[in-house]
């Protein structure tokens, strides 16, 4: 148990907040407006999926899109995290235009609204005015209960009335043609993603009965499930210490955890990434596979990315760290 139970509980809401948190107006009505649409879509798409298998059974071609969206969209969160919020490397248009559709594939938000929470919550973490802590609400008070700050680190942070203000944590996206292309056409990318690639390769496959099992199981239940996998992030990766194991002593409840490090591709390693948060490759042992780490490396050996940033690895097997580089050297 760390730094996390010493923060004295904070009495008001509002008032307490740090700067950057919008508590009315159209920006939290857009977020609501997307949220609700995105999650009904996945939630239906999630009991269709699961009457649609146990009614009609599924097969290979449903498994094998599953498998191959879930991957293609667990590299994509990996490019929206490392590249569009940490700046982690360098590339051309070209590349980060292929980087922006396949993370806003992942059908977690746009690039301006997930950039502009990830920022805030490096800023705050597990502190009042951090986005999705198991710790501290949106109002920034105090969650009483494990369970109940679980819950809201997976996912009940979602219905926070507390929005991210982009133009505080994120001038650069909004700023960037490119970034805010794929913000304002990202209900086609998820469509994409959930629906229309999907339901063409179901088609081709295998025909129509697996057009209809792979739209539900491969495109919305696979958004969701893998929706779910990030947020373990947010909750097991800043269980404190309770899941998971922590390398670095660092100012909050993060640690590095191997279910979630397999399922994200390596964003499992959070302990590490929030000692680090600009660091591109995330692993500081054999036994943390960074796989998405591994591929902006090799993105790195084909030239197609460039000046990869890497800051523990002056530290990496020696003395863990802990006081080589300065927190503020790389924060978001
Ligand atoms: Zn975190
Ligand atoms: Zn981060």
Redesign the pocket.
């Known amino acids: 148990m760390t730094v996390v139970e010493s923060v004295a509980p904070e009495q008001g809401a509002e008032a307490k907040m740090p700067p950057g948190v919008l508590f009315e107006g159209p920006v939290v009505d857009a977020k609501f407006r997307d949220s609700y649409i995105s999650f009904a879509l996945m939630i239906g798409g999630t009991i269709g999926a699961l009457v649609w298998a146990f009614t009609y059974g599924i097969g290979w071609a449903e498994i094998s899109v599953f498998a191959g969206m879930f991957v293609l969209t667990t590299v994509g969160i990996g490019f929206m995290h490392r590249y569009f919020v940490h700046r982690s490397y360098r590339c051309g248009p070209v590349m980060r235009t292929i980087l922006a559709a396949i993370a806003t594939m992942a059908v977690q938000g746009s690039i301006l609204k997930w950039v502009s929470n990830h920022r805030r ?2 800023l705050h ?1 597990d502190r009042p005015g951090d986005v999705h802590s198991p710790y501290y609400d949106g109002s920034g008070n105090r969650i009483e209960g494990f369970a109940k700050g679980m819950g809201h680190a997976q996912g009940g942070w979602v219905w926070d009335k507390e929005t991210t203000d982009a133009e505080y944590y994120a001038k650069d996206i909004l700023a960037d043609p490119i970034a805010m292309f794929f913000t304002r056409t990202r209900w086609y990318w998820y469509a994409l993603s959930a629906l229309i690639i999907p339901a063409a390769l179901g088609y081709a496959l295998s025909g129509v009965h697996a057009m209809i099992g792979c739209v539900l199981f491969s495109g919305l239940f696979r958004s969701y499930v893998m929706t779910m996998a990030t947020s373990l ?2 909750s097991v ?2 269980s404190d210490g309770r899941w998971g194991y922590r390398r670095f002593d660092t100012n ?1 409840g ?1 640690t590095n955890e191997l279910v979630t490090t397999i399922l994200t591709f390596g964003e499992g390693l ?1 302990n590490n ?2 000692r680090f948060p600009r660091d591109a490759y995330l692993s500081h042992a054999w036994y943390e596979v960074d796989i998405n780490g591994l591929i902006i490396l090799g993105l790195g050996k084909l030239g197609l990315v460039q000046d990869i940033f890497s800051a523990g690895s002056k530290t990496r097997g020696s003395d863990g760290g802990k006081n080589s580089i300065p927190d503020t050297e790389a924060t978001v």
Do not use: E, K, L, Q
Request: glycine share 0%.
């Open positions: 919550h490096h973490s992030v947010n990766c800043h909050d993060t959070h990434h929030h």
